[in-house]
C-alpha cells in the first residue's frame, strides 16, 4: 500500500478535530504511533555515513518522509509560506525545522536499524547513563551531513505538526515594541533567541513554548532570578560537569561564549514578559 493512501485519512481526522474542540485556528498534526506496525507499506533502505546518535556507518529501513508529509492538506502551500514542522518525542523532545526543506531533502523515517541483533528491531541509545529505544520511528537524512543544524534527528517520534514559525514560537518570541530605547541591547536579545530556539527549546520552555524534557526556564520563576549570575553559564556550557547523569548535552563544542551571553541576555529579557507567574497564575 503506498503511504500517501494510508496517512489521508488519518491525517484529516486528526486536523478538523483539534480544530472544532478549540475553536482557533489549528495546524496539521500527524499521529504517527502507529506506523511502524502498519502492514504493507512501501519501505525504502537508508544508509548514514556518519550517524549523528550513533555515531559510525548506520544501516535502517524506512518510510519517506516526504510521503508522509505530502499527506498534509495544502502542505505546499504551508512550505512556500515558510512553515516549520516539528516532530514530538515520546520524552517531551521537540525538533523543528523548515518544512519546505524537509519536503524535498530525502528523509527517512526509520522503523528498522539493519544493524540490530537478529529477531530484534533496534540496538539501545545511550543517553544521559540510561538506555532507550528509539522505537516507533527515528528521523535520518542519508544526503545531509550529520552536524548540519538544518537537519533534525529526533527519535522516539509520535506526532509530527506543521505550522507557521508566530504560531509555533509565539510568547516565547521576544516583543521588543514596549522597550523603545534600548535597541543596542535587542540584537543580542534576538541572536540569544535564536540560539535559544535551534539549541534549547528542543528540550525547555519559555513562557510554556517549547519541549519539556527539561524544566521551563522563565515561568512563575525566571532561571536568572534564582541562579547565581556567575554560575549559569557555566552551566549551560557544560551541565553534565554539575549534574552526574545530566539528561543535558555539554554545549563545550557547538557555543561559545559570546552566544551564551546571548542566550542569558534574552532569559534576563523575558523575566519581565512571563505569561504567567507574576501576572496570572500558571496552572
Ligand atoms: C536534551 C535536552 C536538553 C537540551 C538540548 C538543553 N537542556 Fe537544559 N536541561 C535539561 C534537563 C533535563 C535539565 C534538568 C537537569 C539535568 O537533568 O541535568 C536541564 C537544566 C537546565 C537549567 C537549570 C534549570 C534550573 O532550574 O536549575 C538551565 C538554566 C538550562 N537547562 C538551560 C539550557 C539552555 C540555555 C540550553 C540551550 C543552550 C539547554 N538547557 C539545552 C535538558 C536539556
Redesign the pocket.
Known amino acids: 500500500m503506498h503511504l500517501r493512501g494510508f496517512l489521508a485519512g488519518l491525517c484529516v481526522l486528526a486536523f478538523s478535530a483539534a480544530a472544532s474542540a478549540q475553536g482557533t485556528e489549528e495546524w496539521p498534526k500527524l499521529d504517527v504511533r502507529g506506523l511502524a506496525r502498519a502492514a504493507g507499506l512501501s519501505t525504502v533502505e537508508a544508509v548514514i555515513a556518519e550517524d549523528p546518535v550513533y555515531g559510525g556507518e548506520k544501516r535502517y529501513r524506512g518510510l519517506p518522509l516526504e510521503d508522509m508529509l505530502a499527506a498534509i492538506p495544502k502542505v505546499e502551500d504551508l512550505a512556500r509560506r515558510g512553515a516549520l514542522v516539528t516532530f514530538h518525542a515520546a520524552d517531551g523532545?521537540l525538533a523543528t525545522m523548515d518544512l519546505a526543506r524537509a519536503l524535498r531533502s530525502g528523509g527517512v523515517l526509520a522503523t528498522n536499524d539493519l544493524d540490530a541483533l537478529p529477531g530484534r528491531t533496534w540496538v539501545p541509545i545511550e543517553q544521559?547513563g540510561r538506555t532507550v529505544s528509539p522505537a516507533p520511528l527515528y528521523l535520518v537524512w542519508p544526503a545531509a551531513e550529520s552536524d548540519d543544524p538544518r537537519y533534525v534527528w529526533p527519535y522516539q517520534i509520535q506526532t509530527i505538526e506543521v505550522k507557521p514559525f508566530a504560531a509555533q514560537y509565539g510568547a516565547a518570541v521576544p516583543d521588543f515594541e514596549a522597550d523603545a530605547g534600548n535597541e543596542a541591547g535587542h540584537e543580542a536579545v534576538r541572536r540569544g533567541f535564536e540560539?535559544?530556539r535551534v539549541?534549547?527549546l528542543?528540550?525547555?520552555s519559555v513562557n510554556l513554548v517549547g519541549g519539556d524534557?527539561?524544566?521551563e526556564?522563565n515561568v512563575p520563576m525566571n532561571?536568572t532570578e534564582y541562579?547565581k549570575p556567575e554560575m549559569?553559564p557555566r552551566?549551560?556550557r557544560d551541565?553534565p560537569s554539575f549534574?552526574a547523569r545530566?539528561?543535558?548535552?555539554s554545549?563545550r563544542a557547538t557555543?561559545s561564549e559570546a552566544e551564551i551571553d546571548d542566550?542569558l541576555a534574552y532569559l534576563r529579557f523575558m523575566t519581565d514578559r512571563k505569561v504567567c507567574g507574576t501576572v496570572a497564575p500558571c496552572e
Not at 246 to 249: G, L, N
Open positions: 523532545y544521559g540560539h535559544m539549541r534549547c528542543t528540550c525547555h524534557l527539561g524544566p526556564l532561571v541562579w549559569l552551566y549551560v551541565a549534574h545530566s539528561k543535558m548535552p554545549f557555543l542566550i
